[in-house]
T-cell receptor, first 111, second 113 residues
Framework: DTGVSQNPRHKITKRGQNVTFRCDPI?????LYWYRQTLGQGPEFLTY????????KSRLLSDRFSAERPKGSFSTLEIQRTEQGDSAMYLC?????????FGPGTRLTVT | AQSVTQLDSQVPVFEEAPVELRCNYS??????LFWYVQYPNQGLQLLLK??????LVKGINGFEAEFNKSQTSFHLRKPSVHISDTAEYFC???????????FGQGTRLTINP
């Protein structure tokens, strides 16, 4: 399978803990995106990378959130001091010519 | 800024009936348009896209959509639905040259036997 993969698929954590998610894009894609989707809503843009450079961050991405893409391959999204409001599906996508291909997502539940 | 409005949060239809899911967008510049489908607990799968050219675009699973610039709409249609089409459908836009997607709130399509 050469699609976008994300790990873990599910994460349950206690409020105040740190969590990290990983995304492995389609290998030849240079652009990688992170989105957040809450229940009953469409995905909302968080940030994106062109190779290893983080080129845009949404104002949704508070200072508790950090994303990296070392060497322009996989990417990680870390949330520090999680809050209940962080509970959501975190989606990663990599971009072909014009369209984005999404991974299965990581569902985060903060208790 | 761009925005997308999906006019129906839920659409129930009977199996083998036609369906139309409505999408309107707002943008002061040219955009690319997309429809994605999301099955329960899964990521999004691209159904079809409009970049330029013919305003009627065909996608996977028998879906098609028509771009109407004057009405700023991009409605999704299927002439005959199946139980397997039950899912959440999202319309999205991106500004040409700035590739992040702006999504609508989604339309839940429910197929009744």
């Amino acid at each position: 399978d050469t699609g976008v993969s994300q790990n873990p698929r599910h994460k349950i954590t206690k409020r105040g803990q740190n969590v990290t998610f990983r995304c492995d894009p389609i290998s030849e894609h240079n652009r990688l995106y992170w989105y957040r989707q809450t229940l009953g809503q469409g995905p909302e843009f968080l940030t994106y990378f062109q190779n290893e450079a983080q080129l845009e961050k949404s104002r949704l991405l508070s200072d508790r959130f950090s994303a990296e893409r070392p060497k322009g391959s996989f990417s990680t999204l870390e949330i520090q001091r999680t809050e209940q409001g962080d509970s959501a599906m975190y989606l990663c996508a990599s971009q072909g010519a014009y369209e984005q291909y999404f991974g299965p997502g990581t569902r985060l539940t903060v208790t | 800024a761009q925005s997308v409005t999906q006019l129906d949060s839920q659409v129930p239809v009977f199996e083998e009936a036609p369906v139309e899911l409505r999408c309107n967008y707002s943008s002061s510049v040219s955009v690319y348009l997309f429809w994605y489908v999301q099955y329960p607990n899964q990521g999004l799968q691209l159904l079809l896209k409009y970049l330029s050219g013919s305003t009627l675009v065909k996608g996977i699973n028998g879906f098609e959509a028509e771009f109407n610039k004057s009405q700023t709409s991009f409605h999704l249609r299927k002439p005959s639905v199946h139980i397997s089409d039950t899912a959440e459908y999202f319309c999205a836009v991106s500004v040409r040259g700035a590739q992040k997607l702006v999504f609508g709130q989604g339309t839940r399509l429910t197929i009744n036997p």
